[in-house]
């Protein structure tokens, strides 16, 4: 979104407004590159309606941010982090990443006190994977790199826990921290497994018990979305699959059986730091959480991976510190129950 200029986010706001009714006070990100922006366009993308800037820091150290292919240095990250309070925007979010090759928990404890010194009001904190086809991974098969110590990066999500709740964040997501009242909307709609429209190409959608996205090519998404001439949803509004694969630029569509969309709500849950409110399970899916998972949960129970607790009347389900950490085995474990 960054290598738009302030006069084509305005008019791109001005397609969503006209298109959809937005709520007052909706929150309106963009995700910026620190390269990419100035002060002025910042300034406009703020007079356009954006009200929330995420920035890509990635790294706050020079060799860490070549290695990872960033065009900026820390100089630069440092610079866009203060030209968004320049530029008027109170809610700032930062992208940071841990378990780099050749990273040492020192490194990230600079990192993590480097950030929270510039005080963005999020904090985003993901450990690299190494996916395949990426030149990470052509790197590490090739043995340019050596795969980082997992041990050593669950030291550092362990560090990044408590700097970051002594510096005032609240780790609502696993990987995500907020000052007080400023959480991602945008994610939280994915970890509470909402519906959502993606718009664009390469964009993903979910709603109506259907996953669909579009062709990744921008051109062949603008040649595909000329050819649709259909003005409106079919049942109301909702769309089924029948009609999803009729719309040129949907490339391919996926049903969501209730026993795949209760698994997935349990995982995405699973990630929040209050875990799965067993009252709302009950009344999304018409029935009990222990009912559906009494066979597997003793076993994780056991393990120390979760816990049950009350909070204002109400009984949740949460990962322990330990499972946060091991959160994948949880959730294989659950998903596996249910397949």
Sequence with gaps: PSLLNAKQMDALMRSISESFD?????????EVNPDDVDKARLIGFRNAGINRISVGIQALDDPQLALLGRRHGLEGAVKALMMTREAGFDNVSADLM????????EMWEQTLCGLVDLEPDHISAYCLTFEEGTPFEKMLMSGQIVEPDPDVAAEMYELSERTLRVSGYYGYEISNWSRPGVESRHNLTYW???????????AHSHMAQHRFHSVLSPTEYMLRVQLWNVS?????????QAFLETIPHVIEVEHISPSLEIAETVIMALRLRDGIDRKGFESRFNIDFNDVFCEVLPEIEELGLIEEYRSDNKIFTRLTPKGRLLGNQVFSRLLGHLS
């Design 192 to 202: 509470y497994n909402l519906p959502y429209l993606g718009v664009g190409p390469g």
């Design 232 to 240: 409106k949803f079919p049942n109301g509004g909702l769309p089924n």
């Design 22 to 30: 937005l709520k007052s006070g909706a929150e309106i990100t963009a």
């Design 98 to 105: 841990y378990g780099l090759p050749n990273q040492t928990v």
